[in-house]
Antibody
Framework: QMNLVESGGGVVQPGRSLRLSCAAS????????MHWVRQAPGKGLEWVAS????????SYADSLKGRFTISRDNSNNMLYLQMNSLRAEDTAVYYC????????????WGQGVLVTVSS | EIVLTQSPGTLSLSPGERATLSCRAS???????LAWYQQKPGQAPRLLIY???TRATGIPDRFSGSGSGTDFTLTISRLEPEDSAVYYC?????????FGGGTKVEI
């Protein structure tokens, strides 16, 4: 079992920055690839970013490159998403999720955190 | 980028009926990397099916997946009221990871 809890969401003005956190407990976080997935209000799921178990490789959705940075702290079982130059279209619920290489799918999800970009 | 197109957008059925949800890929995908998720309002998605046809832990056997190449299907054999949700297919294996647009099942 793995429990994921996101935090750090809220209302932010366009152009500002925000950092999301995801605290993991249970299964060994340090051996898990982790992702961020977002969902705009009333819309579908959109993959945002991923990071390998050891932090050695990151991937991003093309539309977000250069503005968002994913990172992790395995010593504290934490995942982060640094979001810069935020835009109204970044308004969404952001989920952290574990990607299991065994099933090649997301087997654990956090409850999500809402980010609203508005002036 | 592999685009996943789900149809229909909405499916309205009665309890006990069979639901057939389609996920079509813009190019052939490895069936090892095709999964389905269920999302209920206000909740995070839940993994239903992985590797095209394997049910995740705790998923009832009325849920089944099939397909290959570009065409994949999620079937709910006997709908229960609690199956009302949006269902997403997802592909992994080439960057970027992609989700379909979802099918809403109303019961």
């Amino acid at each position: 079992q793995m429990n994921l809890v996101e935090s750090g969401g809220g209302v932010v003005q366009p152009g500002r920055s925000l950092r999301l956190s995801c605290a993991a407990s249970g299964l060994t976080f340090s051996t898990s690839a982790m992702h961020w997935v977002r969902q705009a209000p009333g819309k579908g799921l959109e993959w945002v970013a991923s990071i390998w178990y050891d932090g050695s490789h990151e991937s991003y959705a093309d539309s977000l490159k250069g503005r968002f940075t994913i990172s992790r702290d395995n010593s504290n079982n934490m995942l982060y998403l640094q979001m810069n130059s935020l835009r109204a279209e970044d308004t969404a619920v952001y989920y952290c999720a574990r990607f299991s290489s065994f099933v090649s799918a997301f087997d654990y999800w956090g409850q999500g955190v809402l980010v609203t970009v508005s002036s | 980028e592999i685009v996943l197109t789900q149809s229909p957008g909405t499916l309205s059925l009665s309890p006990g009926e069979r639901a057939t949800l389609s996920c079509r890929a813009s190019q052939s995908v490895n069936s090892m990397y095709l999964a389905w998720y269920q999302q209920k309002p206000g909740q995070a998605p839940r993994l239903l099916i992985y590797v095209t046809s394997t049910r995740a832990t705790g998923i009832p056997d009325r849920f089944s997946g099939s397909g290959s190449g570009t065409d994949f299907t999620l079937t709910i054999s006997r709908l229960e009221p609690e199956d009302s949700a949006v269902y997403y297919c997802q592909h992994y294996g080439s960057s970027p990871l992609t989700f379909g647009g979802g099918t809403k099942v109303e019961i």
